[in-house]
Structure formats: structure tokens, C-alpha cells
């Protein structure tokens, strides 16, 4: 009865304390799993699913902390505005009007932003897939961006494949991800510059590059603004209103259709492109 017990009931025991230790929110409460026999075994999957539940508590306590530090920004600025008013330190005009309803804006857009990431990262959006001509998907963003570009006089040109190509994708989610490539192309790229969006036929994928001679991005920062919040210059985009969480939306659609979304760029000033693959339809 004294092996039983060692051998046994002692793990097993550990294992019921462990799973009440987690269950009152001690994240980081493991086992020992030492042995290959098969509670050793399951000592290690407790152990796994522990670390996964830690994981989890991370990323969720950083989210918090990440939507209050974004949602404070915009409302400072506004009871700035508010305070400069009631003090008379601000003149009572249409600039400080504006300025408070910019920021107001700015707090409406992260909100839709954030319901939108949330749509997407709790997979809840049904994709209306179809078989969808790729050059017609391309002129319905071009005519939406047109505008934008020739404003800011920037050159958007189109290098399509010479025959008919189609894609297997939900046509709005499809424009959503090009409307904001592209929309990123133009922010970050000075005017007088170019945006070249290239279509190329790939194995059983087609290939969507956005290729910009904007401000680039640093090898260091490539592999992380696909995260959410994740901005290469903060006080830059901030003032442009940028979120950064359009790309992880971005990402989030690409991947919910079995494509890939990345980025490349030559380092700073040197332009970015960025690309991304559809199913062939
Ligand atoms: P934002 O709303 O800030 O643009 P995104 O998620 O769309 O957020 O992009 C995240 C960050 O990636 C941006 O803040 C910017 O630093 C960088 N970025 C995105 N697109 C480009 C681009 N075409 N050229 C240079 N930097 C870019």
C-alpha cells in the first residue's frame, strides 16, 4: 500500500491541488513529470494545458491594458480641449471644434476597429465564398481609391496576367483587405510617389503584391505589424489616426480564406511591398 501510494495517489493527488490552484486563477501552478509511465504522461498534458491557460491570461491582460492605453490618448486630448475651453486658454472657434470632434473621430474609428478585430479573432464573419474575376475586383478598389491617390499625387499603376485569372473569396472581405493595403500605400508613401499593385498566377494560389516607394519599414519591425496595435512610429501614425490594427484584421481575412500575408521592404525610405495569396477560383 506504501508504493500505491507513492507511485499513485501522491501524483494524482498533486494533480486534483494543481487543477484547484488554476481553477482559483494561479496560472503558473505546475506539476512534477518526471517518468515515462502514463500518469507522467498525463502529469505533462496537465502541465501543457496549464502553460496554454497562462498564455492565454497573458494575452488577455495585455489586450486590456492595450485598449485602455489607446483609448486614453484620444480622450485626453479631448478634456485637454474641454479644460483649455473652460479656462479660456483655448479661443471658443471652429479650429478647437474641430480638433475635439478629430479626436472624438478618432475614439468612434478604434471602437469600430476593435469590434471589427474581434469579429474576426472570434472567427464569428461568414465568408460568401465565390469564384471572383480578379481584374474586376482590382477596378472596383481602384475606383473607390482613385480619388485618394490622385490627391495626394501618388501614382497607382496595375501590372494584371494577360489572361483572365479568378479567386475563391467573400468579394466585400476581398476588397476590405485591398482597400486597406492600399490605403496603407498611400499614407505611407510621400507625394509624387508610386503604388504598384501586381496580380500573378502561382501553383494553385494567386499572388496580390502592393508595392510602394513609401518610407519602408526596418527589417527589425517587419515581422511584428501584423500584430494587433503594433505601429513602426507611433507619434506618426497617431497623428494620422492609424490604429494599427488594420493589418491584423487584414491578416486574420487573408487567413480565414487558406492564404498568406506578408511584408518586405528594403529598410527604411527604401518602400515596402506587401503581399498576400488567394485560393485560385
Ligand atoms: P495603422 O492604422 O497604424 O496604419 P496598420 O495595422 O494598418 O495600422 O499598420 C501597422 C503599422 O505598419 C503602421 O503603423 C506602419 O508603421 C506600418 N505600415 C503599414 N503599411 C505600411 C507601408 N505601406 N509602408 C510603411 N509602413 C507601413
Known sequence: SYVLSRNII???????????????????????????????????????????????????????????????????????????????????????????????????????????????????????????DVSRLIETTLKRMQFQFDEKRVTLNLNLPHSPISVLADEDRALQILTNLLGNALQYTPPNGTVTVTIEREKSYVKFSIRDTGIGIPSE???????????????????????????????HLVEAHGGKIWAESAGENKGSVFIFTLPIG
Do not use: W
Open 10 to 132: 501522491a501524483p494524482v493527488q498533486s494533480m486534483k491541488n494543481a487543477s484547484k490552484r488554476i481553477a482559483e486563477g494561479h496560472y503558473d501552478e505546475r506539476v512534477s513529470s518526471s517518468g515515462t509511465d502514463e500518469l507522467s504522461q498525463l502529469a505533462a498534458s496537465f502541465n501543457q494545458m496549464a502553460a496554454q491557460l497562462e498564455q492565454v491570461e497573458t494575452m488577455r491582460r495585455r489586450l486590456i491594458g492595450d485598449v485602455a492605453h489607446e483609448l486614453r490618448t484620444p480622450l485626453t486630448a479631448i478634456k485637454g480641449s474641454a479644460e483649455g475651453l473652460m479656462d479660456g486658454v483655448l479661443p471658443a472657434n471652429d479650429a478647437t471644434y474641430q480638433q475635439i470632434h478629430n479626436e472624438a473621430e478618432r475614439l468612434n474609428k478604434l471602437l469600430s476597429d476593435l469590434q471589427e478585430l474581434s469579429r474576426v479573432e472570434s472567427k464569428a464573419i461568414s465568408l460568401d465564398i465565390h469564384p471572383l
Open 221 to 251: 519591425h517587419l515581422t511584428h505589424i501584423f500584430d494587433r496595435f503594433y505601429r513602426v512610429d507611433k507619434s506618426r501614425s497617431r497623428t494620422h489616426g492609424g490604429s494599427g490594427i488594420g493589418l491584423t484584421i487584414a491578416k
